[in-house]
């Protein structure tokens, strides 16, 4: 059984910085794509980066230069760093996995997905 747990986040002022963090059990992420995804209040999920199996990225133009998304193999644990951040950047957010190495930026292809971990970010 697959299970993707959130952690990290919580409430900064506008220029902190927080590292969330995905402990999978029951999958590696070796060979497969995981992704972080965020969803403010009243608006759709939106994907913010990316990681494919070989450890390759991906992160979205609202946040480049900004996030990081790396993992630790040996913990089994995504991580997104999130620096210089926005009030534009409250939301939950969420660490999600798919079944194959093919990655997107669309939540479809995700069939794994944790519960959030909310970030406020106050001006």
């Known amino acids: 059984q697959v299970q993707l747990v959130e952690s990290g986040g919580g409430s900064v002022q506008s220029g902190g910085s927080l590292r969330l963090a995905c402990a999978a059990s029951?999958?590696?992420?070796?060979?497969?794509?995981m992704g972080w995804f965020r969803q403010a209040q009243g608006k759709e999920r939106e994907w913010v980066a990316l990681?494919?199996?070989?450890?390759?990225?991906a992160v979205a133009y609202s946040v480049k230069g900004r996030f990081t998304i790396s993992q630790d193999n040996a913990k089994n644990t995504l991580y997104l760093q999130m620096n210089s951040l926005k009030p534009e950047d409250t939301a939950m957010y969420y660490c999600?996995?798919?079944?194959?190495?093919?990655?997107?930026?669309?939540?479809?292809?995700?069939?794994?997905w944790g519960q959030g971990t909310q970030v406020t970010v106050s001006s």
């Open positions: 999600a996995a798919a079944e194959s190495d093919y990655c997107s930026t669309h939540t479809n292809i995700y069939k794994f």
């Open positions: 029951g999958y590696t992420h070796s060979g497969s794509c």
């Open positions: 990681m494919h199996g070989d450890g390759s990225t």
